[in-house]
């Protein structure tokens, strides 16, 4: 089954801090896997997608098909951070899975 | 710039009664997708439209019926409301180019509560 895991709801870490949200996903077939972040009052937006293999705000995440994760990492976070996190696995072209999101808090 | 806009932003209804949430883009987008999300959960996809004239049922189409009027626009329907169906609708779009993945584009969402 197709399926995206992220399996903390809430992460808590103090500014400056190193943060990882973790993603696991479940596909047979070729990912094509993306992390987008809801601000406070803002619309869920795409962050960043694996095809493109670049930092955004410091953002970076690596696919390992082996593990089948697609961790989110930021070696130092900033209070502007604190956000919902989604992972989500594109498949067939259309159809997009998205993990049930991780809140992170970053503390000053 | 507006992107993606839904109307309304709050609605109540008693169950049983009919509904249409109404879903515009201005990007010139190929694609618009419904998702529903509840707490503790994902998003999951109700329908998509690849394209103009076209619609396909996603992972959880039971309740709904859509219309993709033209290409700026794709409305999502409830015939015949229930509580299950109490949730957080969010439209998207992307641009389909090719058979390429392009990361969707979402509107603020629709919060619909049924009594």
């Known amino acids: 089954a197709q399926r995206v895991t992220q399996p903390e709801k809430l992460l808590s870490v103090f500014k400056g801090a190193p943060v990882e949200l973790k993603c696991n996903y479940s596909?047979?077939?070729?990912?094509?896997l993306f992390w987008y972040v809801q601000y406070s009052r803002q619309r869920l937006q795409l962050l960043l997608r694996h095809i493109s293999r670049e930092s955004i705000k410091g953002f970076t995440a690596d696919l390992n098909k082996g593990e089948t994760s697609f961790h989110l990492k930021k070696p130092f976070a900033q209070e502007e951070d604190s956000a919902m996190y989604y992972c989500a696995l594109q498949t067939g072209g259309f159809k997009t899975i998205f993990g049930a999101g991780t809140r992170l808090f970053v503390k000053a | 710039n507006a992107g993606v806009t839904q109307t309304p932003k709050f609605q109540v209804l008693k169950t049983g009664q009919s509904m249409t949430l109404q879903c515009a883009q201005d990007?010139?987008?190929?694609?618009m997708y419904w998702y529903r999300q509840d707490p503790g959960m994902g998003l999951r996809l109700i329908y998509y439209?690849?394209?103009?004239?076209?619609?396909d049922k996603g992972e959880v189409p039971n309740g709904y019926n859509v219309s993709r009027l033209n290409k700026r626009e794709f409305s999502l329907r409830l015939e015949s409301a229930a509580p299950s169906q109490t949730s957080v609708y969010f439209c998207?779009?992307?641009?389909?180019?090719?058979?390429?993945?392009?990361?969707?584009?979402f509107g603020d969402g629709t919060r619909l509560s049924i009594l």
């Open positions: 596909y047979s077939g070729s990912p094509e």
């Open positions: 439209s690849a394209s103009e004239g076209t619609t």
């Open positions: 990007m010139n987008h190929n694609s």
């Open positions: 998207a779009s992307s641009e389909q180019a090719g058979g390429a993945t392009q990361p969707q584009h």
